[in-house]
């Protein structure tokens, strides 16, 4: 006998839900959650033909890897030695490589597939780096070594993931800084590099670290490294050192040149310049208002004009008063443009202003007057008397306050609304600054003994505050002292420029006259200064090591 039991109309709910959850977790695969993340690139498992093949005959080779992975850029990171014709195809399936060879192979021949940065897992991208697959179309394989380090010339750091490429005599002339090498590498975390499975002759070495994964040198804030003399390669090497540099652009060009929000002009440059001018040659009557502000590497100029009723501006560029470019800039004749008139302060981080200067006061544009009866300084609560003058030798863009400031005292600049205008006729909003006078406590003195190991040489000892910026630059050509009095407490290192022309700064190579950059040396020790304390070294400058 069967009974029928009705379910409930809440319970067939339920075993409605219950059974579309079975189904649809079994239905949707999800990437397993949490776990280590993974750091390891693919591994090769097995080569056909193998690695390393003696009398090669073979039309496609096949890789089989322990992991999925994807190519990034081949044609770009997989290159041929010696280039064939005919560039092979390379086909990815399931966790194989598979590499089609379209051309015939020369006899006796040593050739190896260099896949750069190309082999990378697919989830996490971990690359293959420097992975070569090797055969010979006759019975030896070239085996010489070449190895070596790249060395940043301005820091004295190795420099990792940088690109060193290896041309013949040949190759040097016609493919360097037009196409890709075919015999190259990349440094390792300790900017080693080693180049393997090459073949006597002579070679031309260079690096390059790059802005794009192009393997070419068209860029010239990429920085490069090179030999100044061919390398006859007998046998193995492993003391190639190379130093990074920013090679000096040779032809001047605007990196930049634009109208700012506020009406300024700036331009940019891909270079310093030496002592540079410019003159707007139209609209007439501009030039002879203009105010024109260059930066301390003079390499960027803004240029401001009261007048900017015109449409078109052209100008022209000077540096040392010899002509080297004209430009133009245009806007809409009634373009309106957004001014604030804002300011900053000659002060520390700690709005501590230097004992025995002036507070300097710092504006975002030049200005054309102001008004002392609106600005008022208070020595702790006292009202005070003060001196202020207009530095016309910085765009007009710096007043200068002075008073025989009082350490321990607290101070207040307060610049009512109006109290400066700017050269457009902007007035500024009310401006409180506070600040106290840096006590005897906040500074140090630093001594320093330098010994230099040839006194028939130029050598520049810089002093680099804790980002890495020179405070102050000495040139000596024997023993000497260097005494650095009142400098504000913090970490100092030094550097020495060997200043083999003598001009007093640091000059950089050039890969066309086949010239190496100034060396420089960095002292491996910061000198941590402590307030109030006197600091005394000896620095013994070692003799230049010499690249290749």
């Not at 949490?34 to 193998?50: Q, S």
């Not at 750091?157 to 490429?165: F, G, L, Y």
């Not at 930049?256 to 002592?275: A, C, H, P, V, W």
């Not at 710092?362 to 030049?366: F, G, I, R, S, T």
């Given at each position: 006998?069967?009974?029928?039991?009705?379910?409930?109309?809440?319970?067939?709910?339920?075993l409605?839900?219950?059974?579309?959850?079975?189904?649809?977790s079994?239905?949707?695969?999800?990437r397993p959650q949490?776990?280590?993340?993974?750091?390891?690139?693919?591994?090769?498992?097995?080569?056909?033909?193998?690695n390393?093949?003696h009398?090669?005959?073979a039309?496609?080779?096949?890789?089989?890897f322990d992991?999925y992975f994807?190519?990034?850029?081949?044609?770009?990171?997989?290159?041929v030695?010696?280039?064939?014709?005919?560039?092979?195809d390379?086909?990815v399936?399931?966790?194989?490589?598979?590499?089609?060879?379209?051309?015939?192979?020369?006899?006796?021949?040593?050739y190896?597939?260099?896949?750069?940065k190309?082999?990378?897992?697919v989830n996490e991208?971990?690359?293959?780096?420097?992975?070569?697959?090797?055969?010979?179309?006759g019975?030896h394989?070239?085996?010489?070594?070449?190895?070596g380090?790249?060395?940043?010339?301005?820091?004295e750091?190795?420099?990792?993931?940088?690109?060193?490429?290896l041309?013949?005599?040949?190759?040097?002339?016609?493919?360097?800084?037009?196409k890709?090498?075919?015999?190259?590498?990349?440094?390792?975390?300790?900017?080693?590099?080693?180049?393997?499975?090459?073949?006597?002759?002579?070679?031309?070495?260079?690096?390059?670290?790059?802005k794009?994964?192009?393997?070419?040198?068209?860029?010239?804030?990429?920085?490069?490294?090179?030999?100044?003399?061919?390398?006859?390669f007998t046998?193995?090497?492993?003391?190639?050192?190379l130093?990074?540099?920013?090679?000096?652009?040779?032809?001047?060009?605007?990196v930049?040149?634009?109208?700012?929000?506020?009406?300024?002009?700036?331009?940019?440059?891909?270079?310093?310049?030496?002592?540079?001018?410019v003159?707007?040659?139209?609209?007439d009557?501009i030039?002879a208002?203009?105010?024109?502000?260059?930066?301390?590497t003079?390499?960027?100029v803004?240029?401001?004009?009261?007048?900017?009723?015109?449409?078109?501006?052209?100008?022209a560029?000077?540096?040392n008063n010899?002509?080297?470019d004209?430009t133009y800039?245009?806007?809409?004749?009634k373009?309106?443009?957004?001014?604030?008139?804002?300011?900053?302060?000659?002060?520390?981080?700690?709005?501590?202003?230097?004992?025995?200067?002036?507070?300097?006061v710092?504006?975002?544009?030049?200005i054309?007057?102001?008004?002392?009866?609106?600005?008022?300084l208070?020595?702790?609560?006292?009202?005070?008397?003060?001196?202020?003058?207009?530095?016309?030798?910085?765009?007009?863009?710096?007043?200068?306050?002075k008073?025989?400031w009082?350490?321990k005292?607290?101070?207040?600049?307060?610049?009512?609304?109006?109290?400066?205008t700017?050269?457009?006729?902007?007035?500024n909003?009310?401006?409180?600054k506070?600040?106290?006078i840096?006590?005897p406590?906040?500074?140090?003195?630093?001594?320093?003994?330098?010994n230099?190991?040839?006194?028939?040489?130029?050598y520049?000892?810089?002093?680099?505050n804790e980002?890495?910026?020179p405070?102050?630059s000495?040139?000596?050509?024997?023993?000497?002292?260097?005494?650095?009095?009142?400098?504000?407490?913090?970490?100092f290192?030094?550097?020495?420029?060997?200043?083999?022309?003598?001009n007093?700064?640091?000059?950089?190579?050039?890969?066309?006259?086949?010239?190496q950059?100034?060396?420089?040396?960095a002292?491996?020790?910061?000198f941590?200064?402590?307030?109030?304390?006197d600091?005394?070294?000896?620095v013994?400058?070692?003799?230049?090591?010499?690249s290749?």
């Open positions: 006998m069967t009974l029928n039991k009705k379910v409930p109309f809440s319970g067939r709910i339920f409605f839900f219950l059974i579309a959850l079975v189904v649809y079994c239905a949707v695969q999800q949490g776990g280590p993340k993974d750091h390891d690139p693919p591994k090769l498992l097995k080569a056909t033909p193998p390393l093949t009398n090669f005959t039309k496609e080779i096949k890789l089989d992991e994807k190519l990034n850029n081949q044609y770009q990171e997989i290159t030695f010696p280039a064939p014709d005919k560039n092979p390379y086909k399936r399931s966790k194989s490589l598979i590499i089609e060879l379209k051309d015939s192979l020369q006899k006796n021949t040593t190896v597939i260099n896949f750069g190309a082999i990378g897992d991208n971990n690359v293959l780096k420097n992975f070569t697959y090797v055969f010979s179309s019975n394989i070239d085996s010489l070594t070449m190895a380090t790249v060395t940043n010339n301005e820091t750091q190795k420099e990792k993931d940088v690109t060193v490429m041309f013949t005599l040949k190759q040097d002339s016609l493919l360097f800084g037009k890709k090498p075919s015999l190259y590498t990349t440094t390792d975390s300790t900017g080693s590099f080693k180049i393997s499975n090459l073949k006597e002759g002579v070679y031309k070495i260079y690096a390059l670290k790059e794009s994964p192009d393997k070419v040198y068209n860029n010239e804030d990429e920085l490069i490294a090179f030999s100044t003399h061919l390398i006859n046998h193995d090497t492993s003391t190639i050192n130093k990074l540099f920013k090679q000096a652009p040779t032809k001047f060009r605007f930049e040149k634009t109208f700012q929000n506020d009406g300024s002009m700036r331009f940019i440059f891909n270079k310093s310049l030496t002592r540079p001018s003159k707007i040659l139209y609209p009557g030039d208002q203009k105010i024109v502000d260059f930066n301390k003079k390499d960027t803004v240029i401001y004009s009261k007048n900017m009723d015109f449409d078109s501006i052209r100008f560029f000077y540096d010899k002509p080297i004209t800039l245009r806007k809409g004749r373009e309106s443009f957004t001014r604030n008139l804002a300011f900053r302060y000659g002060t520390t981080q700690m709005s501590q202003l230097r004992s025995g200067t002036d507070l300097k710092y504006a975002n544009m030049p054309e007057a102001f008004d002392p009866s609106l600005m008022g208070k020595e702790d609560s006292n009202l005070v008397k003060f001196t202020m003058t207009k530095d016309t030798g910085v765009a007009g863009k710096v007043l200068n306050i008073y025989p009082k350490q005292a607290a101070y207040q600049l307060v610049l009512q609304e109006g109290a400066i700017d050269i457009y006729g902007d007035k909003k009310l401006q409180v506070k600040f106290s840096a006590t406590e906040s500074y140090t003195n630093l001594s320093l003994k330098i230099v190991p040839d006194t028939a040489r130029n520049i000892v810089q002093l680099l980002q890495g910026d405070i102050r000495d040139v000596i050509k024997q023993k000497a002292t260097l005494t650095y009095r009142n400098i504000y407490v913090g970490k290192r030094i550097r020495v420029v060997y200043d083999d022309n003598k007093g700064k640091w000059d950089s190579g050039s890969i066309k006259e086949n010239r950059p100034e060396n420089i040396w002292y491996n020790k910061v941590i200064l402590r307030p109030n304390w600091t005394e070294e000896t013994d400058v070692p003799r230049e090591i010499i290749p």
